[in-house]
């Protein structure tokens, strides 16, 4: 099933040409933008600047959103509002997402989600970051792991 990009919700935008600045939002075809685990929910990641009414080319972070309600999410309120995971002096851009499953039977044992993307800093020096959260259904933004090179 292909689920359109403007369902995607952060507020009340989408995260469509409406909300983000970059036309590559979500990736190119060899990131893995969108993830769905074990119980059926979709988590998605995408860079935008803070302002996406702001012309294109400008300093990007790093957004998470995930869906309420298992697959498939059919309208924007099947989404959690979107929130900045990394926000780091310099542009930030080109996440992707995985999941690290927990271990099968053990009901404490969480599954782990984690973001990588091309961080590059004001100097102009480029790296890879890496950040992760237990794979909660409602994760406030202070539950992902401080942004790591």
């Known amino acids: 099933m292909i689920i359109p990009v403007s369902v995607f919700a952060q507020g ?3 995260v469509n040409y409406d909300l983000s600045s970059e036309w590559e939002a979500t990736g190119f075809n060899n990131g893995r ?3 769905r685990d074990g119980d059926g929910f979709f988590h998605i990641v995408y860079h935008t600047q803070d302002n996406p009414s702001a ?3 400008g300093f990007c972070d790093i957004w998470y959103s995930h869906t309420l309600v298992p697959a498939p999410p059919t309208i924007p309120a099947d989404w959690a509002p979107a929130v900045k995971i990394v926000s780091l002096p310099g542009d930030d ?3 992707s997402i995985a ?3 927990g271990s099968p039977g053990v009901s404490n044992d969480n599954d782990m ?6 961080h590059c800093d004001p100097g102009g020096i480029y790296d ?11 994760p406030p933004p202070d ?4 942004p790591m090179p």
């Open 12 to 14: 009340s935008h989408q």
């Open 33 to 35: 933008a969108m993830v």
């Open 55 to 57: 012309p294109p080319g």
């Open 93 to 95: 851009r080109y996440p």
């Open 99 to 101: 999941i690290e499953h």
């Open 113 to 118: 989600l984690h973001v990588v993307w091309q």
């Open 128 to 138: 890879i970051f890496h950040c992760s959260s237990p794979n909660n259904m409602v």
């Open 143 to 146: 539950q992902w792991s401080p």
